[in-house]
């Protein structure tokens, strides 16, 4: 029988839980930097710790590639001077990597050298280093038609398409391309002469990137989504899978000098600082048992079930029953996450009592109720010629004395004229949102993506992105300081749904994913280490043109896929 504490030794506990979490708070970051092992066989080796840098600044954003962090050290800092004649050593492997741990390891921020450049200021001369994170890999990873067979020689089918929970989806996408660049499936090793590196289809213990995935099973609760790709670059093939479905793109280098182990299903062993590679859905947004989407500080969390409306264009959200319900483990004295997607647990109150030190609160309503999309349907459009050409062979042959040409000569002169005018638009009136904007509201915006084919799964999800890049935007960046109870980064990352109240502004709770978790210092300053938040996206404050920026660059890349170019 479990016998009952007294207040002073409950006292005591307590206060020994929060020595040790304030411990983990004024713990410094701990960069480290790393080269390529100099025989060129799989691994990284340390080149040096750098805690005595100047300053650091570290980002993690959701779903976004290729996010730059810095970091500066003293002009006669060891590390400074093996970087600096990096480019005069014809026999040193020249990229470098960098590792930034926190609380101990548990938080990694981790990328490959972009550049370095020497600064002179106030007298005083230091080395900045910019690194671009690691998943900048799926910016410079194509996607083939068809990995498994040889590019120079024959690529069938002319796309790529893999349809199924966009979690499995994205990847099965990103592992048949990694079979393809680190199995050495057609290619010769990057050394043809060691031996080991043959072997590699087979043995993935050498591979410098691995995507982390379950099977195709009944618990991936994930939106169901069609990718495609034609040599397209990996993150503009995957970025509206990820943003519709609410998931988020996690990454982490395994440092097995640390004693750290692969948890990749089948690869128990990994080179030291292999990059692994995971999609996660911290949102629960679509999940079948519902997530938190608001509420108030009196009555608490109102948790909502989402589905589709016909037509699978517009979001519906029904009130889920049970809202109190939380999992055991929240109940757990040294549970410190991350949380249950379906239960939000963290809620960031904005008030004089905690250590926020600066805070911003965007809102902006919902634009067009109406959305367009298309410009073009081939069916009809071949429908029209063979029409045209039925009719005039007919009006040859019996007027023209046998002449069966004049259908093709007419259609040919005609179909120029018809091309992309028969059902080749389509339109989608949202008229909840309609309602709720009032009598005057915008009218209507162009869907890009749906240009090659109005009526094609493509056009609804061209609509769907049209009306999701117009909707009503929240956004709650702030400054946490030393983070006052929770552990950013920790306790939350980009893509986990945080509850947030702004004093002045409004009592309820709002919630929305974490959008951006930067880690940053100077000491130079006097300025320790602090974690900045964005919760949910700033849009509100950015033009249409803006936010249709990537649609534009992914409609430009699907005209590029089917064989059209833009003449200059």
């Not at 970091?71 to 492997?93: C, E, G, S, T, V």
Request: charged share 20%; with cysteine; net charge negative.
């Amino acid at each position: 029988m479990t016998a009952m504490l007294s207040h002073d030794e409950i006292h005591t506990a307590c206060q020994a839980r929060r020595d040790q979490l304030d411990a983990m708070r004024r713990a410094r970051p701990r960069p480290r930097l790393w080269t390529n092992k100099p025989d060129g066989s799989a691994g990284l080796i340390l080149m040096g710790e750098a805690g005595d840098n100047i300053s650091g600044d570290f980002p993690w954003k959701r779903n976004q590639f290729g996010n730059t962090g810095t970091l500066r050290l003293r002009m006669d800092h060891f590390l400074a001077r093996q970087i600096i004649q990096l480019p005069d050593n014809p026999d040193a492997k020249q990229n470098v990597v960098i590792t930034v741990d926190h609380y101990g390891g548990k938080v990694r921020w981790s990328g490959l050298m972009k550049y370095f450049k020497a600064v002179k200021k106030s007298g005083i001369w230091y080395l900045e280093i910019c690194f671009i994170d690691d998943l900048q890999y799926l910016q410079f990873m194509l996607g083939a038609p068809n990995p498994l067979l040889p590019i120079p020689i024959f690529q069938f089918p002319r796309v790529l398409p893999i349809f199924g929970p966009a979690k499995w989806a994205i990847s099965m996408m990103i592992l048949l391309n990694l079979i393809r660049l680190e199995g050495n499936l057609w290619t010769l090793p990057d050394d043809p002469f060691a031996i080991d590196q043959w072997d590699n289809l087979f043995d993935w213990s050498g591979w410098q990137v691995l995507i982390k995935a379950n099977p195709i099973d009944l618990d991936d609760s994930s939106l169901w989504t069609l990718i495609a790709t034609r040599m397209n670059r990996m993150d503009q093939v995957i970025a509206n899978a990820l943003d519709d479905a609410q998931l988020t793109m996690r990454y982490r280098r395994i440092i097995t000098d640390d004693g750290e182990t692969s948890d990749v299903p089948g690869v128990p062993i990994v080179a030291n600082g292999a990059l692994v590679l995971e999609v996660v859905d911290t949102s629960g947004y679509y999940s079948p048992d519902g997530t938190a989407t608001g509420g108030g500080i009196g009555g608490g969390f109102a948790r909502t079930v989402q589905g589709f409306a016909d037509g699978f264009v517009e979001d519906v959200s029904i009130l889920a029953g049970d809202p109190e319900s939380w999992p055991p483990s929240y109940f757990d004295a040294d549970y410190l996450g991350p949380g249950d997607p379906t239960r939000t647990w963290i809620v960031i109150r904005d008030s004089k009592y905690n250590s926020i030190d600066t805070s911003e609160w965007t809102h902006g309503p919902a634009t067009a109720v109406r959305a367009i999309v298309g410009g073009d349907n081939p069916l009809a459009d071949n429908l029209a010629r063979l029409t045209i050409e039925s009719i005039g062979a007919l009006i040859g042959y019996f007027l023209l004395g046998g002449f069966s040409g004049l259908g093709s000569i007419v259609a040919d002169v005609i179909m120029p004229f018809l091309v992309g005018t028969i059902f080749a638009w389509l339109e989608w009136q949202n008229h909840s949102r309609a309602t709720n904007l009032g009598w005057a509201h915008l009218w209507e915006v162009f869907g890009q993506g749906a240009e090659n084919n109005a009526w094609s799964l493509g056009a609804v999800v061209a609509l769907r992105g049209a009306f999701l890049a117009t909707q009503a935007q929240s956004a709650h960046v702030m400054s946490l300081g030393s983070g006052g109870r929770f552990l950013p980064g920790l306790m939350f990352m980009p893509g986990d749904r945080i509850g947030s109240t702004f004093e002045q502004a409004t009592s309820t709770i709002r919630v929305d994913q974490c959008e951006e978790l930067t880690l940053g210092w100077d000491y130079s300053a006097g300025q320790p280490h602090e974690y900045k938040a964005q919760i949910g996206l700033a849009q509100a404050a950015m033009t249409l043109a803006e936010r249709q920026n990537r649609a534009i660059s992914f409609a430009l890349a699907t005209l590029s896929n089917i064989g059209c170019h833009l003449l200059s």
